[in-house]
């Protein structure tokens, strides 16, 4: 057992954190928690940029002590441009189940300045739930009331934790 286990009654409960940061650019559609959303810019990245999925993935893989998602996903890999981050998501699940953990809830923010996003979240939900199997999702959404490079408006950033423990879904 290390640190970041802890064991009670056989069950092991594990904590997971993730972040992530794309920079806004024209030209690129914008996607957030799956959804695509009605803006004039969206994200510079190899993949479609969905930085809610990102910081899901790395807190799913971090409580699982499975790196991050740079590891498994690298955007050096031809097979990952553009790729939509719902099919990451589904994958990085799949690693976990591997090693028989189920997820308990995931809580996440995403912090941008604009678009307004809250319009969206009931489906950024309904779609990641389909995927990790469990409802238990929590969206919140922020503005950076102004201040630095997303207050700005020059990016979109997202953060993520979760708990995940053994088991297997019913
Ligand atoms: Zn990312």
Known sequence: MNSRTIEHQNTTIRIGFGYDIHRLVKGKPLYLGGVKIKF?????????????????????????????????????????????????LEKTHNLIKKLGYKIENIDSMV????????????????????????????????????????GKGKAICAYAVCIIKNGKYD
């Open 40 to 88: 004039k810019k969206g994200m510079l990245a190899h993949s479609d940029g969905d930085v809610l999925l990102h910081a899901i993935c790395d807190s799913l893989l971090g409580a699982a002590g499975l790196g991050d998602i740079g590891i498994h996903f690298p955007n050096s890999d031809k097979k990952f441009k553009n790729i939509s981050s719902l099919i990451l």
């Open 111 to 150: 912090i941008a300045e604009q678009p307004k996003i809250s319009s969206y979240i009931e489906n950024m939900k309904s779609k990641i739930s389909k995927i990790l199997k469990t409802k238990n999702i929590s969206i919140k959404a922020t503005t950076n009331e102004g201040v630095g490079n997303i």
